[in-house]
C-alpha cells in the first residue's frame, strides 16, 4: 500500500507545510507584538495626553 503512494504528492504536502509554518511563524509573531506596541502608544496618550502619541497611532 505504501508503494503506491505517489511521491510527489509527498513533496507537495511538504510544500503547502513549509508555506504554512513559514506564514505563522512570521506573521503571528508580527500581529503580536504590533499590538504591544500599539498598546504602550495608547497608554501613553490616555496618562500623558500628549498630541504626539495619538498622532503616531493614527499615522499607519
Known sequence: MVE?????????SRA???LTAM???IFVP???GLAVVMGIME???YKTGEE???????SG
Open 4 to 12: 503506491s503512494i505517489d511521491t510527489s504528492l509527498i513533496d507537495w
Open 16 to 18: 503547502q507545510f513549509a
Open 23 to 25: 506564514y505563522h511563524w
Open 30 to 32: 508580527l500581529t503580536l
Open 43 to 45: 497608554t501613553m496618550y
Open 52 to 58: 504626539f502619541w495619538k498622532k503616531q497611532l493614527n
